[in-house]
C-alpha cells in the first residue's frame, strides 16, 4: 500500500477507505521522551536547519504511533527568519521575533527572500525523510498561512488579542496587503518546494485566524490566502486549518483546499452538512481529552466517528497541536482506537 493508494490520500480525495486515517498535529512534540533526548543536545532551530536531525524527529512517532501519515519536522516560523526580522525560540516562551513590523516602511523593508535557496534545509529534509519512509506513509509538508505568520510578524511573538494586527490590517492598508502578498508568493513557494522534494500533501496553518471577523476575513485574508492555495500543483492535497474558526469556516472552503481542519468548538457532523460534502474534512478531537484515562479517550473517538458515520473523506486528527503533558501511551490508545472502531 503505497503512493496515492494510502488511506490518508484517498480520504483527502474522499474515496472510500478501509478504516478512518488518523495523524496528529505536534505528533513530534515535547511529550514524547525520544524527541526530549535529542532537544537536550540540540536547540529548536538547529533541529528544524540539520536534515539528519529533522527527519530523525519526522520519523519518531511514525512507529511509535502507528499513524497513517507523517507530518514534517519543520515550523511555520522558519521562512520570516530570513526577511532579517530576527527569530528567536527561547526556552519556555515561545517563539519571539526581534524587529516587529511596526509601519508601513517596516514592510518596505523587509528583505526579497528566495525561499527555493534559503530554505533549502527544508527540502533536503523532506527527501530524506521520504527515502526513510519507503511508502509506508505519505509525508505532509506545511506552511503558515498568511494572516497567522503576519500576526507574529506584526506582535512579535504569541498574542492572545491580536490589537496590533488588527490595527494595522485598517490603519496601513495598502502596506498590510502588500506584506499580505509578500508572504502568499513564500507560502506557495515553500510548499511548492516540498512539494516537489516529495511531499504527497500539504497543510496550510492558519492557526490565529479564528480572532477575526467574517467581514475581516473575506477584506483582509481571504484573497490572499486564496493566492496562496491557488499557485500550489493542483494534484496534491491541501488541508486548509484554523482554530477558532467556526464562523470562518465556509470562507475558508471558498479561498481552498481539498480537506478543511475543524477545531472542537464545532459539531462534526452539522458543520460537515454546513460546508458541503463535496469537500473533505480534518478534526476534531480536543487535545485536552488526551489527558484524561484511556476509556474516556476512546469515548470520545466514539463520538467522533459515530457522528461521522463511515462517510468517505474524514480525516481524523486533533482539533489543535497535542499538549506537551500528554501521557505518550494515550496517543496510542487514541490511534489504536480510531482504527480499530472504524474498521469497515
Ligand atoms: O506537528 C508537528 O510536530 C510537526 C512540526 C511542527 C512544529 N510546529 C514543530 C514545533 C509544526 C506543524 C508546527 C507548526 C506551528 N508552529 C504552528 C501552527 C500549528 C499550531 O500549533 O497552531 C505555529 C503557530 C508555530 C509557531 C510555534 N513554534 C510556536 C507557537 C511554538 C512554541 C510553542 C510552545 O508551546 O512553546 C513553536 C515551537 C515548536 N514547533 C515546537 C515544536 C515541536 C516546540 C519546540 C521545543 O522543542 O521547544
Not at 116 to 126: G, I, K
Request: aromatic share 8%; proline share 7%.
Amino acid at each position: 500500500m503505497t503512493g496515492r493508494d494510502a488511506p490518508f490520500l484517498r480520504a483527502c480525495r474522499r474515496e472510500p477507505v478501509p478504516f478512518t486515517p488518523v495523524w496528529l498535529m505536534r505528533q513530534a512534540g515535547r511529550y514524547t521522551p525520544e524527541y526530549r533526548a535529542l532537544r537536550a543536545r540540540h536547540a529548536f532551530l538547529e533541529l528544524c536547519k540539520t536534515p539528519d536531525l529533522a527527519c530523525e524527529v519526522t520519523l519518531q512517532p511514525v512507529a511509535r504511533l502507528g499513524v497513517d501519515a507523517a507530518i514534517l519536522f519543520a515550523d511555520i516560523l522558519l521562512v520570516l527568519e530570513p526577511l532579517g526580522v530576527g527569530l528567536e525560540f527561547a526556552r519556555g516562551d515561545g517563539p519571539r521575533i526581534l524587529r516587529p513590523v511596526q509601519s508601513a516602511d517596516d514592510v518596505l523593508r523587509l528583505k526579497p527572500v528566495a525561499v527555493e535557496e534559503v530554505l533549502r534545509f527544508v527540502f533536503e529534509t523532506v527527501r530524506e525523510v521520504r527515502r526513510a519512509l519507503g511508502g509506508r506513509v505519505p509525508l505532509i509538508g506545511f506552511a503558515g498561512a498568511p494572516f497567522t505568520l503576519a500576526s507574529y510578524l506584526i506582535e512579535g511573538g504569541a498574542s492572545r488579542e491580536f490589537l496590533r494586527t488588527k490595527r494595522f490590517m485598517r490603519a496601513e492598508r495598502p502596506a498590510w496587503h502588500s506584506l499580505m502578498a509578500t508572504l502568499a508568493d513564500m507560502t506557495s513557494d515553500y510548499l511548492n518546494g516540498q512539494i516537489a522534494a516529495g511531499a504527497d500533501a500539504v497543510q496550510l496553518f492558519d492557526s490565529w485566524v479564528g480572532a477575526l471577523s467574517p467581514a475581516d476575513y473575506r477584506e483582509f485574508v481571504l484573497p490572499h490566502s486564496r493566492a496562496a492555495i491557488g499557485r500550489l500543483r493542483p494534484d496534491v492535497p491541501v488541508i486548509h486549518f484554523g482554530t477558532g474558526t467556526a464562523t470562518l469556516l465556509p470562507l475558508m472552503k471558498e479561498a481552498g483546499g481539498h480537506v478543511i481542519g475543524l477545531d472542537w468548538r464545532v459539531e462534526i457532523e452539522a458543520t460537515w452538512d454546513r460546508l458541503g460534502h463535496d469537500v473533505a474534512v480534518q478534526g476534531n478531537l480536543d487535545p485536552a481529552v488526551l489527558l484524561s484515562d484511556p476509556a474516556e479517550i476512546r469515548r470520545e473517538a466514539r463520538a467522533i466517528l459515530d457522528a461521522v458515520a463511515g462517510r468517505p473523506g474524514h480525516i481524523f486528527n486533533l482539533g489543535h497541536g497535542i499538549h506537551q503533558e500528554t501521557p505518550v501511551d494515550h496517543v496510542r490508545v487514541l490511534v489504536d482506537a480510531v482504527h480499530e472502531m472504524s474498521a469497515r
